[in-house]
């Protein structure tokens, strides 16, 4: 034979998430492509000298993970060793976080900033004892008062900081907010330390930018734990101009241009999607313009390894801080608002019209920041205005998050080709919390699976990591069993859906979102080699069982990035 494949799989479950979800059991992958698909005869012809063939043993064969929205280089700055672990289990205890930055005190030079990521309120004791106890500058200022300290919490929107931080950046009494930001103060009116939204890039432009070096770092990091995870493609959603007061500048401009280098160095062992961020929080229809008429050409020089797919917008804020925009008031009154330029509801509205219709008359894919069913219904309705005024084919806009979907806004996003990225790892870390926030019936249906798929929308998955570990395995027995992570009660039961739906959005679905689903996102011969091995038959497993499933094999582009020492797949020599 004048081509054998260089890797096959033999005996195990290869799950290919066809349109069928057939299940076969060989594969074989000559070059960087799948090049057979079915039992032991359709491959055996494929088998030479040099071919390596794994023994799956019962194990699973998976396209290649796709975690659709992942902050990979923040995510690499939020995990050990370049940031203290603040979030579950590593803390559960406001005093757990003052010991981790004591620890932290100890080992870094005086003066010098110390950074944490992952606090959580609804992990801490305290808070949860008592839910008008908050994390405050005082609970740091007696373990670091010479250290300025800076934690991020696990959403992203809130940040907590001492009394030496405070100084340092010049926040007082006196100082007022930026747009779309809050300074929380006390009864006497001083600055408690939390930073709300806009307000976090007060923190942001005191720190020193992260040079080139640290974002490498953080990137390598990431990409070794998505190999471990069997995860081979990922979206940067929000690299620009806009996300340079973001975690020192993690979502900036020069990001891209990191991950430019790894690409020329062989480095990315994921495929890398990016949106573009043009600008930030509260930012008018004007200022996005003129910011996208500059950023010029951006790609990538293999589309299929790194691509500009289109930009972020940011829309509303989050439920836990109240400012994600909903149609009824949270728990204790306010609906929250869209953090766009205005000054009233209507201005706004036509601020976020304005918007979308420079991005998609611009031939970008929007990805628009929304969760409140107010603020998601009012960005859907601008997609469709955008596309009735300018028709575009296959435009593939999305909502990133959902949280709140409503039967409304389900039937435009369906009726126009539109999608939404959806997180169940934040639903299994937050179902416990929002309740305080939403009531118990709200609170349930956050991230409507079941419905936005019946209701015809592409529904991809994402981590948002850091704001969760992007472990999609936990993600899948999320949608599967809504059962939440503090107390593993059930929540919102209706929304549950299968296997192979949850497997699509991680998968062809995500592949979709990335305009790649003809050439990734399932095992199909002529397809790109990315796929991932877990150990035991993931079809039989109990979904309780699934986030601890061991990922033992992972191949982007036919390369193997990641083997484990494992007893299950097995390798041997071809014969």
Not at 148 to 164: D, E
Not at 179 to 191: L, N, Q, R, S, T
Not at 240 to 248: A, F, K
Request: charged share 20%; glycine share 12%; aromatic share 6%.
């Amino acid at each position: 034979m004048d081509t054998y494949a260089d890797l096959v799989f033999l005996g195990g479950r290869v799950v290919t998430v066809d349109a069928e979800f057939s299940v076969a059991s060989a594969l074989a992958v000559t070059g960087g492509t799948i090049s057979a698909v079915g039992g032991p005869d359709d491959v055996a012809p494929l088998i030479g000298p040099d071919t390596r063939v794994v023994e799956l043993r019962g194990a699973t064969l998976l396209p290649g993970i796709n975690d659709s929205h992942l902050h990979g280089c923040a995510f690499g700055m939020a995990s050990p060793p370049l940031s203290l672990d603040l979030g579950h289990p590593a803390v559960s205890r406001l005093a757990d976080v003052a010991g981790a930055v004591e620890e932290a005190v100890a080992r870094t030079p005086h003066g010098q900033w110390i950074t944490g990521h992952g606090w959580d309120t609804g992990y801490l004791d305290e808070c949860l004892a008592d839910p008008s106890r908050t994390p405050s500058r005082h609970d740091l200022d007696a373990v670091s008062p010479d250290h300025p300290v800076v934690l991020y919490s696990f959403s992203g929107h809130a940040t907590w900081v001492n009394s030496k931080a405070l100084d340092l950046i010049g926040i007082d009494r006196h100082t007022v907010a930026p747009p779309g930001g809050a300074i929380v103060v006390d009864e006497a009116g001083e600055p408690t330390g939390m930073l709300h939204e806009g307000a976090q890039a007060l923190v942001q432009n005191a720190l020193p930018p992260l040079d080139r070096r640290e974002r490498t770092d953080a990137i390598r990091s990431t990409l070794d734990t998505l190999a471990r995870l069997g995860v081979t493609s990922y979206t940067e959603p929000g690299l620009g101009p806009g996300g340079e007061g973001i975690m020192r500048g993690a979502l900036g401009a020069q990001t891209l241009e990191v991950y430019r280098e790894l690409l020329a160095a062989g480095e990315l062992t994921a495929r890398l999607g990016v949106l573009l961020l043009p600008t930030g929080m509260a930012s008018t229809a004007e200022e996005f313009a003129e910011v996208l008429a500059g950023l010029g050409d951006t790609g990538g020089a293999d589309p299929r390894l790194l691509a500009i797919h289109g930009v972020k917008v940011f829309a509303d804020g989050i439920v836990p801080n109240k400012t994600a925009w909903m149609h009824e008031p949270y728990v204790g009154g306010g609906c929250g608002s869209l953090c766009v330029g205005g000054d009233t509801d209507d201005e706004r509205i036509a601020e976020i019209d304005a918007i979308v219709r420079h991005a998609h008359l611009a031939g970008y894919q929007l990805g628009i920041h929304v969760t409140g069913d107010r603020a998601i219904d009012t960005v859907a309705d601008s997609f469709a205005a955008a596309m009735a005024e300018h028709p575009r084919p296959d435009a593939r806009h999305y909502v990133i998050h959902g949280d709140f979907l409503t039967a409304h806004s389900m039937k435009v996003l369906a009726a126009h080709g539109f999608g939404v990225n959806m997180n169940p790892t934040i639903k299994w870390t937050v179902a416990d919390m929002e309740e305080e926030f939403v009531g118990a019936g709200r609170a349930a249906y956050a991230w409507p699976y079941r419905d936005a798929l019946d209701a015809g929308v592409r529904v991809a998955s994402g981590s948002d990591a850091p704001v969760t570990h992007p472990d999609w395995r936990q993600g899948v027995a999320t949608m599967m069993l809504r059962e939440s992570k503090a107390a593993g009660r059930v929540s919102g039961p209706e929304q549950r859906i299968g296997l192979a739906e949850a497997l699509r959005t991680y998968t062809i679905d995500a592949a979709w979102q990335d305009f790649a689903d003809d050439w990734k996102g399932s095992l199909e011969p002529g397809k790109v080699a990315d796929l991932c091995v877990l150990d035991g038959d993931l079809l039989a497993a109990d979904p309780h069982d699934i986030p601890t499933m061991p990922v033992v094999l992972t191949v982007m582009n036919g390369r193997i990035v990641y083997e484990a020492a494992h007893d299950g797949a097995h390798a041997t020599p071809g014969d």
